[in-house]
């Protein structure tokens, strides 16, 4: 029995795979697959499967998740829950047509905060922007009605 | 026909009425309408909404109306607005195009430098948002109730009917009535932050801007803000053409429609449809108190942030800007702008500050356009 047991443990760390759990902080995670890297907010596998095929099944098994969102980038699919789940992001690598990468992330507030700091520095460069325009347009209409004033006074005189 | 038979026909006449299916829930809907339209009855706070926003929620709150449901799949009355005003994002687009075609960009023009008093004044929209995520809302829900600081009811509409609609009356009522409120939360956050010597600091008059500066100027925010933003390209390309229209000169007759009769007709849409979204069942719960909560703070933080800002610039800059005029970044044009005049005032009787603020105010109102526009880039 003792032995068995032996067996049996030195198997889980042999073929992590094998051991996985369905779902990773609450994310699906597709059956078949080769585990690369595994922390507590970060899962990353490989399945011998195509981008689409994935994608396909990814798309199944979120069909009832309220706050999806996928995004189509061009290394690949973005797949980002917008809600209050625990896992942040889905994203299946394209490129392989028998092998796919896929990276399962936790959600974390590093990216929350990461996030909302640049969009507040995004609407500073939008209003400064608008200001260098309002600026340098300001300044060249100042100039052509300056002109234009001395034209018509040097033409009065 | 028999006592019974006539005690029957009065059970299924009484079935038809209100009385029969009474809800004790909805007194409490009547006490929040009663309250807001006594706000802007009696106490003038913003009653060209609040008073349509407190007759929508009165009147949807009585048992059986046919208000704001479906009947054999066709919208109700106030259904049907708020399907093709709200949801279709018409309303606040057409909002956008009446006070594009009111607002003076004068100020804003001759001291843009006042543009990043706008931007800083979206401070508390970021903090609120981390706040509202905290308290477990979904990062939606957070963006909408976040814009609530920007004090720009629109946008605040806009924003929440493109992300978390469930939580429309809530916002909208949170954000029209903290602008109402804008004499009675900044004042005492102007003087908290700043000095007395502060508030004395004379600002040099404006310099005049010539009309093809103000016709300029619709065409060049609207094409950087369709370049940057594009997301919030539908509100701030109403408000520029608005503008446009107001500045060019030539189409008077349209200028003052859009200021006029057709703002009317949609603000009275507005205010209706958004208080009907409140109905007891939905409205009675934590989230709307919390929202109203997390709506002050967000208000404050942003008069916070706007003071702030101006405090910085004045580090770098030999003529000094009063710092009572960052706390109009936060828009509520033109009420937090008269805030800053009367602040101003108190500090030195001779200290005309009001033109200065408008710079500000009117920057605040493409500042929380932006940031709404960055929230919409995020979730689609």
Redesign the interface.
């Given at each position: 029995m003792k032995k068995y047991m032996m067996l049996l443990i030195g198997l889980t760390f042999l073929f992590p795979a094998s051991v996985m759990a369905e779902d990773f902080l609450g994310a699906p995670v597709i059956p078949g697959g080769q585990v690369l890297l595994k922390t507590h907010s970060r899962l990353e596998l490989s399945v011998p499967k195509g981008h689409d095929e994935v994608l396909e099944y990814y798309k199944d098994a979120l069909k009832n998740f309220k706050?999806i969102?996928i995004r189509d980038w061009k290394q690949g699919t973005h797949i980002e829950d917008?809600?209050?789940l625990p896992w942040h992001s889905i994203t299946i690598v394209k490129g392989g047509t028998n092998e796919t990468k896929i990276t399962i992330v936790k959600d974390s507030w590093t990216w929350?905060?990461g996030?909302?700091?640049l969009?507040?520095v995004?609407?500073?460069?939008?209003?400064?922007?608008?200001?260098l325009?309002?600026?340098a347009?300001?300044a060249i209409?100042?100039k052509s009605?300056a002109r234009a004033e001395a034209k018509q006074s040097a033409a009065k005189t | 026909m028999t006592f019974d038979e006539i005690l029957d026909l009065l059970n299924g006449i009484m079935r038809t009425t209100g009385v029969f299916n009474f809800d004790p829930k909805v007194i409490v809907m009547w006490a929040i309408a009663s309250m807001f339209i006594y706000l802007a009855i009696a106490k003038k706070f913003e009653p060209l909404l609040l008073l349509p926003i407190g007759f929508g929620i009165f009147i949807v709150n009585f048992p059986l109306v046919p208000m704001m449901g479906f009947e054999h799949g066709r919208p109700q009355l106030l259904q049907f607005f708020y399907h093709y005003g709200l949801e279709w994002e018409i309303i606040p687009c057409v909002i956008f195009l009446g006070l594009g075609a009111m607002t003076d960009f004068g100020p804003l023009i001759a001291n843009p430098k006042t543009l990043l008093i706008g931007a800083g004044a979206q401070l508390g929209v970021f903090i609120t948002f981390t706040g509202t995520v905290l308290a477990g809302f979904t990062l939606k829900e957070a963006a909408s109730v976040g814009i609530i600081g920007g004090a720009d009811g629109p946008t605040t509409v806009y924003l929440t009917t493109l992300l978390a609609p469930q939580l429309l009356g809530a916002n909208a009522l949170a954000a029209y009535s903290y602008m109402a409120m804008v004499p009675l939360i900044q004042p005492p956050i102007m003087r908290m932050m700043t000095s007395k010597k502060e508030r004395k600091i004379r600002m040099r008059q404006l310099r005049p801007v010539s009309k093809k500066e103000k016709m300029l100027f619709p065409l060049v925010t609207a094409g950087i803000i369709a370049l940057l933003v594009p997301s919030v390209t539908p509100l701030m390309g109403m408000f520029m053409f608005g503008n446009l229209m107001k500045e060019s000169g030539v189409v008077g007759r349209l200028s003052e429609s859009a200021q006029g009769s057709l703002m009317n007709i949609v603000t009275i849409f507005l205010g209706v449809s958004v208080g009907a979204t409140m109905y007891a069942d939905k409205f009675l719960s934590w989230k709307p108190l919390f929202i109203f909560g997390l709506g002050l703070i967000d208000f404050a933080v942003c008069t916070v942030g706007g003071i702030l800002t101006v405090k910085i610039m004045n580090r770098f800059l030999k003529e000094k800007i009063n710092p009572l005029i960052g706390s109009a970044g936060v828009s509520a044009v033109p009420m937090a702008a008269r805030v800053s005049e009367l602040e101003g005032l108190k500090a030195d009787k001779s200290n005309h500050l009001l033109m200065h603020a408008m710079g500000p105010n009117l920057a605040g109102v493409i500042g929380s356009a932006a940031a709404a526009g960055m929230f919409i880039a995020m979730f689609h």
């Amino acid at each position: 029995m003792k032995k068995y047991m032996m067996l049996l443990i030195g198997l889980t760390f042999l073929f992590p795979a094998s051991v996985m759990a369905e779902d990773f902080l609450g994310a699906p995670v597709i059956p078949g697959g080769q585990v690369l890297l595994k922390t507590h907010s970060r899962l990353e596998l490989s399945v011998p499967k195509g981008h689409d095929e994935v994608l396909e099944y990814y798309k199944d098994a979120l069909k009832n998740f309220k706050d999806i969102r996928i995004r189509d980038w061009k290394q690949g699919t973005h797949i980002e829950d917008d809600g209050s789940l625990p896992w942040h992001s889905i994203t299946i690598v394209k490129g392989g047509t028998n092998e796919t990468k896929i990276t399962i992330v936790k959600d974390s507030w590093t990216w929350i905060l990461g996030t909302l700091v640049l969009r507040f520095v995004g609407v500073f460069i939008v209003l400064l922007l608008l200001f260098l325009a309002l600026t340098a347009a300001g300044a060249i209409i100042s100039k052509s009605v300056a002109r234009a004033e001395a034209k018509q006074s040097a033409a009065k005189t | 026909m028999t006592f019974d038979e006539i005690l029957d026909l009065l059970n299924g006449i009484m079935r038809t009425t209100g009385v029969f299916n009474f809800d004790p829930k909805v007194i409490v809907m009547w006490a929040i309408a009663s309250m807001f339209i006594y706000l802007a009855i009696a106490k003038k706070f913003e009653p060209l909404l609040l008073l349509p926003i407190g007759f929508g929620i009165f009147i949807v709150n009585f048992p059986l109306v046919p208000m704001m449901g479906f009947e054999h799949g066709r919208p109700q009355l106030l259904q049907f607005f708020y399907h093709y005003g709200l949801e279709w994002e018409i309303i606040p687009c057409v909002i956008f195009l009446g006070l594009g075609a009111m607002t003076d960009f004068g100020p804003l023009i001759a001291n843009p430098k006042t543009l990043l008093i706008g931007a800083g004044a979206q401070l508390g929209v970021f903090i609120t948002f981390t706040g509202t995520v905290l308290a477990g809302f979904t990062l939606k829900e957070a963006a909408s109730v976040g814009i609530i600081g920007g004090a720009d009811g629109p946008t605040t509409v806009y924003l929440t009917t493109l992300l978390a609609p469930q939580l429309l009356g809530a916002n909208a009522l949170a954000a029209y009535s903290y602008m109402a409120m804008v004499p009675l939360i900044q004042p005492p956050i102007m003087r908290m932050m700043t000095s007395k010597k502060e508030r004395k600091i004379r600002m040099r008059q404006l310099r005049p801007v010539s009309k093809k500066e103000k016709m300029l100027f619709p065409l060049v925010t609207a094409g950087i803000i369709a370049l940057l933003v594009p997301s919030v390209t539908p509100l701030m390309g109403m408000f520029m053409f608005g503008n446009l229209m107001k500045e060019s000169g030539v189409v008077g007759r349209l200028s003052e429609s859009a200021q006029g009769s057709l703002m009317n007709i949609v603000t009275i849409f507005l205010g209706v449809s958004v208080g009907a979204t409140m109905y007891a069942d939905k409205f009675l719960s934590w989230k709307p108190l919390f929202i109203f909560g997390l709506g002050l703070i967000d208000f404050a933080v942003c008069t916070v942030g706007g003071i702030l800002t101006v405090k910085i610039m004045n580090r770098f800059l030999k003529e000094k800007i009063n710092p009572l005029i960052g706390s109009a970044g936060v828009s509520a044009v033109p009420m937090a702008a008269r805030v800053s005049e009367l602040e101003g005032l108190k500090a030195d009787k001779s200290n005309h500050l009001l033109m200065h603020a408008m710079g500000p105010n009117l920057a605040g109102v493409i500042g929380s356009a932006a940031a709404a526009g960055m929230f919409i880039a995020m979730f689609h």
